[in-house]
């Protein structure tokens, strides 16, 4: 018998130690956090990349996505809103092919890489699955489930099922999941655990069992052949921040180089590596709001020059006034708050006003005796969120080169106040160091060189 017990426990210990093997590189993620790559689809590296392309003709398919993506924000919040009424309750994860930004992840056992939409207005992490007979055309083979060792659906009845803005029993008590665009597209597909994994940058590779994923059987729309899914980073529950949770300590940055510096690289870090600090950071508090997914700042007044303009409350989005998002390239603020800070700017400029060609920008200024560069002289515009913090926008964030010799406010309207709702773009955002965290309820920012970050 005494053999026989030490045998059982020899086996009981030996068990124990591969369990925690299995866990070791999430568990890892705690101590040291990890860094991935993060391509903006207008790079060199992105598999969207177009060599035809001009700076003005980005500019214009930019302000295209930037009205698409406010226009999913506005309906999301609305449809969250008002879910008492059953035939209204559910809203797009994303506003198809109005994204910015890109990232690889591996996906099963044999892993197999994805390149996906990395989305800070969405949840739900998601991929096109086989068989997938009615699915918008991608370049990369879909996803097959049956090839993997560690997929496993999950059921109906679950709480993870419940969180789903729209959910059904399909086949087997599987949860079955399906998101409607505003533009008519559609995917729909089963709720199922999966590891997922992501080369670390300068480290070693992550991998993170049993997390939680759409495998979409069925799509359709205006998606894009190149990407084959989506990596939600949201607030809300099903995002990967949400699942990696206390591992990551629900923290997550990015730090993103100017739009113009095509062959730079942006990080997405998590963890450890996501902590934002220096004499010149700043915090504001991420206040709650309808959807949980969307992150809501307070911003209290815009200066120029000496001179601040009030922003009020936009109305449909509870406490915060306006959205911080990386997918949305331009700044958007009401009617009234942009009027006063364009008659702000014109007062510190002193070059002629031109009409936009591209019909974007509603300012925009002849720098063809001056440059777009250095020579021209741009008066920063300070945004300031409650907590008094202060973030400075220079020339690279607050105004883009709409056309040869023409440059213009990087700020335009998001319609009357309280009709739509303000939106913190990336152009603003670039070159800071801007760091979530979701415990602490607090978005830190502090200016960076984030091409060698």
Request: with cysteine.
């Amino acid at each position: 018998m005494a053999p026989s017990g030490l045998s059982r426990l020899l086996v009981g210990f030996l068990l124990a130690i591969l369990s925690a093997a299995a866990l070791l590189p999430m568990l890892a993620l705690g101590g040291g956090g990890f860094t991935v790559e993060l391509i903006h689809r207008d790079s060199t590296k992105s598999p969207l990349y177009d060599p035809e392309s001009t700076p003005s003709s980005r500019i214009r398919a930019a302000a295209e996505r930037s009205r698409a993506r406010a226009d999913y924000f506005r309906e999301a919040i609305r449809k969250a809103k008002s879910k008492d009424d059953s035939s209204d309750n559910f809203y797009s994860e994303i506003f198809s092919n109005s994204y910015e930004y890109l990232m690889s992840f591996y996906l099963g056992t044999p892993a197999k890489k994805i390149d996906a939409v990395a989305d800070t207005g969405s949840d739900l992490i998601w991929v096109q699955c086989s068989p997938c007979d009615e699915c918008y055309p991608q370049n990369a083979p879909f996803f097959n489930p049956q090839n993997s060792s560690t997929y496993k659906p999950i059921s109906c009845n679950t709480d993870s099922c419940s969180i789903l803005p729209q959910n059904s029993c399909g086949p087997d008590s599987q949860c079955e999941y399906s998101y409607g665009y505003g533009d008519g597209s559609l995917v729909d597909g089963f709720l199922a655990t999966e590891t997922l994994g992501f080369d670390s940058d300068g480290g070693s590779p992550v991998q993170i069992p049993t997390t939680i994923f759409g495998c979409t059987h069925k799509s359709n729309g205006t998606f894009d052949k190149k990407d084959a899914g989506l990596v939600g980073l949201g607030g809300g529950k099903l995002s990967l921040i949400r699942q990696l949770g206390s591992v990551i300590e629900s923290r997550f940055s990015y730090c993103l180089p100017s739009y113009d510096q095509t062959s730079a690289t942006s990080k997405l870090n998590f963890g450890s590596s996501a902590v934002v600090s220096g004499s010149n950071a700043v915090s504001t508090p991420l206040i709650p709001g309808t959807p949980d997914t969307f992150y809501f700042l307070n911003l209290d007044q815009i200066d120029v020059a000496g001179k601040s303009v009030s922003v009020g409350n936009a109305g449909s989005s509870g406490q915060g006034n306006i959205i911080i998002d990386s997918g949305t390239t331009f700044t958007m603020i009401d009617d009234n708050t942009l009027q006063s800070v364009e008659s702000n700017v014109k007062s510190s400029v002193s070059l002629p006003q031109v009409q936009d060609p591209n019909g974007i920008f509603s300012l925009c200024f002849d720098v063809s005796g001056v440059g777009a560069g250095s020579n021209a002289s741009f008066p920063d515009i300070t945004f300031q969120f409650s907590g008094r913090s202060s973030v400075v926008l220079h020339q690279s964030n607050a105004f883009v080169e709409s056309s040869q010799n023409v440059l213009c406010l990087a700020i335009v309207s998001s319609g009357a106040p309280g009709s739509g709702i303000n939106i913190f773009g990336n152009i603003a955002q670039q070159n800071f160091h801007i760091g979530y965290d979701l415990d602490g309820k607090k978005l830190t920012l502090a200016p960076a060189d984030c091409a060698n970050l």
